[in-house]
């Protein structure tokens, strides 16, 4: 089985413009969530789709945001850059488990770098 | 919101030894994972714990969810030099509404001198 995918791998853009970033989750898997990784932070968490709704959201600005199609893919959106959102993007897919929890599965992320 | 204190931050090990990091939370945590990230990738789901007071392996690795529910370990034994990377505890706090999102610790990375 597929891992989770993630595109592109490595970006780079300058402060002000946006950016979409694209997962494809493990086959069969209908829950993405999206994180932050920065080495002050850590990993952060940004949001998280199932069925194409937001289920949960961490605390970020309102200038990150995301979508979750039919198909499970899910795309997250920075729009006015700013030099602090270099960062490596993770997204993980997860399938329910019993209880309520799911599991997480990450993909390799995209490193965002901001100029 | 929830705050996953992991230690250590960092360390220094020769091959062959034994290897031991954990976390702890202030608050009840209802699973517990670890992960371990190479340089460049995305975490790798090593162990998962959902009872508290489980114990369970994966190799060299063994790992134990607290029974106060607040804290977690995990053990490598017999440390080769592909265990570098860093190992990430990560948890699924128990209050409602939350059961989609997980709490990150810092990482403890992890260097094997050969």
């Known amino acids: 089985k597929a891992g989770v995918t993630q595109t592109p791998r490595y970006l780079i853009k300058t402060r002000g413009q946006q950016v979409t970033l694209s997962c494809s989750p493990i086959s069969g898997h209908r829950s993405v969530s999206w994180y932050q990784q920065t080495p002050g932070q850590g990993l952060q968490f940004l949001f998280e789709y199932f069925s194409e709704t937001q289920r949960n959201k961490g605390n970020f600005p309102g200038r990150f945001s995301g979508r979750q199609f039919s198909n499970s893919r899910s795309e997250m959106n920075v729009s006015t850059l700013e030099l602090g959102d270099s960062a490596l993007y993770l997204c993980?897919?997860?399938?329910?488990?019993?209880?309520?929890?799911?599991?997480?599965?990450f993909g390799p992320g995209t490193r965002l770098t901001v100029l | 919101g929830q705050q996953l204190n992991q230690s250590p931050q960092s360390m220094f090990i020769q091959e062959g030894e034994d290897v031991s990091m954990n976390c702890t939370s202030s608050?009840?945590?209802?699973?517990w994972l670890w992960y371990k990230q190479d340089p460049g990738e995305g975490p790798v789901l090593l162990i998962a714990l959902y009872k508290a007071g489980e114990l369970t392996s994966n190799g060299r690795l063994t790992a134990q969810f607290g029974i106060t529910r607040k804290d977690s370990f995990l053990n490598i034994s017999a440390s080769i030099p592909s265990d570098v990377g860093i190992y990430f505890c990560a948890g699924q706090p128990s209050s409602g509404g939350s059961n989609y999102k997980l709490t990150f610790g810092k990482g403890t990375l992890l260097t094997v001198n050969p």
């Open positions: 608050s009840i945590f209802n699973t």
């Open positions: 993980a897919s997860s399938s329910p488990k019993g209880g309520g929890y799911n599991e997480q599965f």
